[in-house]
């Protein structure tokens, strides 16, 4: 008590002192003041009192000051990130961006060779056996098996019989290796990789007690796993059979390991010739009545549909439909229709295609193949985008005796629309399945064709809003929205998704030298191609079964700055890109 009241006599004679006169405080600054507390008076020095009180000043001020500052932030905050995505927005739709291109492209190129220090299986040691694959799922997922198959074949350092297909799918698809790939070129194609026979030689069936042994190894295993757990019932029964073999080795290999997949996906498993033939036939079609085009693979199956657990307004009759779809997989979690399309999770609508490329630019006169299945709904379906684009063409119109022998087949079928996917100019997805990670992974490494993935979770809400936004500005929304889908190199990053859709390990960039500068590079900032790049190599070149070389970002001594910057293929999810 007695101290607060020594504070109190302090404070009220500094408080009187400050109306002295001028002379009079001067005196005052060097005097003593008085003090009493504890029973006894003490002396405090003026300095003393003013830095007391300027703590408490200062002390006040901050957190006067604090509370204000962030006042002043919730007030300007919903202001701020307007303005912000105004920006973005403005910025975006002004850039000149080429929707049949990118102009990055013939910077980089394809590479799966061979290291130097690669051992050719030759020399290695002899074989510890015989691997059986079974492959799973439809043409594409199977695809990724027979891929993971050959790596995990040279990691035990087994023989690889040629993969057995899924026959019993939803597809029901009782076509062969044979019947789809070409088995000669296969086997004599990853001959300096791992061993490759047709079947086990009977003499080895005959010599074994058991049957073979079969297992299923768990997904995304690491190679380490298959050395620990595979290799020894391997070394052990000389014949073992690996089942359901999709997405069964990890992501992440060693470089040599993910060269290899690169070898296996795109350039080991070439078609047969009559499907070859025919793909090529329909793409010769498309040519002949347009200079370029677009392959869109809708993926608007009822079997996708029941599968993503969305609804598209169909009422009761499509509930029912793809709800009877649905119990084939008994394992799928309830979901929320308007939840999954709020995700970015559902398909679009054919019609919902249409209107992304219209905003992107594609006139109406562009020339569209159709890739797909059944379509829900059929030619009802499809009618709100032919009136977008008149010009849309399907396998069934461009080669439709040719497809005769073809038709009881889907994994076939859709090896043609593969085909065609992979030439076309542009090639548009619908979702995120496998033949879409299959081809936008197989057309970055032949040349980073420019290829477009909707973002799906953005769009879903601009199409919600449509009939309220103007066209313009439904259009610079759009193509907002869509940076960092468009297939552009710098949109692939190491280490990121799965490595058949991104094989950033299998690309490489072109060395850069002053010479290769366009003659009007200070106008356009284009380059040429370098001689070196054109250099022989077993797996850069433009070869029969191999594209122009594809592309990542170049940031090569700062002489070209890709426009926009350094996008991110997903932006935050507080964008709202129906702000005007």
């Known amino acids: 008590m007695g101290v607060a009241k020594s504070w109190i006599k302090v404070l009220v004679l500094a408080n009187t002192h400050h109306h002295h006169h001028k002379h009079s405080n001067l005196k005052l600054r060097h005097c003593l003041l008085e003090v009493v507390g504890g029973g006894h008076r003490r002396r405090i020095s003026w300095t003393v009192v003013c830095g007391v009180m300027l703590f408490i000043v200062g002390l006040i001020s901050f957190f006067t000051g604090h509370v204000a500052s962030d006042l002043d932030w919730c007030s300007h905050r919903h202001a701020v990130k307007r303005r912000l995505l105004k920006k973005k927005v403005d ?152 089942t359901k073999f999709d997405y069964r080795l990890a992501n992440d290999l060693d470089e040599e390991l993910q060269r290899m997949r690169c070898r296996v996906n795109y350039h080991a498993l070439r078609f047969t010739k009559p499907i070859q033939n025919v793909g090529e036939k329909i793409v010769m ?67 919902e295609v249409g209107l992304m490329l219209r905003a ?81 992974g197989r057309r970055r490494y032949m040349g980073h064709k420019r290829t477009i993935r909707p973002n799906a979770k953005k769009l879903n809400a601009l199409f919600l809003k449509r009939d309220k936004i103007p066209w313009e500005s439904f259009a610079k929304k759009v193509i907002a929205a869509q940076q960092g889908f468009l297939g552009e190199p710098d949109e692939m990053k190491t280490g990121r998704g799965e490595f058949h859709e991104y094989p950033s390990t299998c690309i490489c960039k072109k060395p850069f030298k002053f010479s290769d500068l366009d003659r009007n590079y200070h106008k356009n900032l284009t380059l040429t191609r370098s001689p070196e790049a054109e250099a022989e190599s077993e797996y850069g070149r433009n070869e029969e079964d191999q594209g122009v070389h594809n592309v990542q970002n170049i940031e090569n001594a700062g002489l070209i700055e890709i426009q926009g910057g350094s996008s991110s293929v997903e932006e935050k999810d507080g964008v709202d890109f129906l702000v005007d």
């Open 285 to 351: 079609e498309m040519r002949k009545m347009a200079p370029r085009f677009i392959a869109v693979h809708l993926r608007f199956e009822p079997d996708m549909l029941a599968f993503s657990g969305c609804y598209y307004g169909g009422g009761d009759k499509e509930r029912n439909d793809l709800g009877e779809i649905r119990k084939r997989w008994t394992t799928l979690p309830e979901t929320s229709p308007d939840g999954e399309r709020k995700r970015g999770k559902c398909p679009l609508t054919p019609h």
């Open 360 to 440: 992107l630019g594609f006139e109406n006169n562009t020339y569209l193949y159709v890739a797909s299945g059944e379509i829900y709904g059929g030619e009802e379906t499809l009618k709100p985008l032919r009136e977008l684009f008149p010009n849309l063409y399907t396998k069934e119109v461009l080669a439709n005796k040719e497809l005769e022998p073809f038709l009881p087949y889907s994994s076939r079928l859709a090896a043609i629309d593969y085909i065609v996917c992979d030439e076309s100019d542009v090639f548009v997805t619908n979702n995120n399945g496998n033949m879409a990670k299959i081809l936008a």
């Open 91 to 242: 910025r975006f739709s002004g850039a000149q961006v080429d929707i049949w291109e990118s102009k990055y492209s013939k910077l980089y190129y394809g590479c799966s060779e061979r290291s130097p220090y690669y051992a050719t299986c030759t020399n290695q040691p002899t074989s510890n056996g015989y691997l059986l694959i079974a492959a799973s799922g439809g043409l594409n997922q199977q695809r990724t098996g027979i891929t993971d198959a050959v790596v995990v074949a040279r990691i035990l350092n087994a023989t690889l019989v040629i993969p057995e297909l899924d026959h019993h799918s939803y597809w029901k698809d009782d076509s062969d290796f044979a019947n789809i790939f070409d088995v000669d070129w296969f086997i004599s194609f990853l001959a300096k990789d791992v061993p490759v026979v047709k079947r086990v030689p009977d003499k080895i069936m005959r010599s074994l007690e058991k049957p073979p042994y079969t297992m299923r190894v768990p997904r995304k295993s690491e190679p380490q796993f298959y050395l620990d757990e595979v290799l020894p019932i391997l070394v052990k029964r000389h014949v073992l059979q690996l």
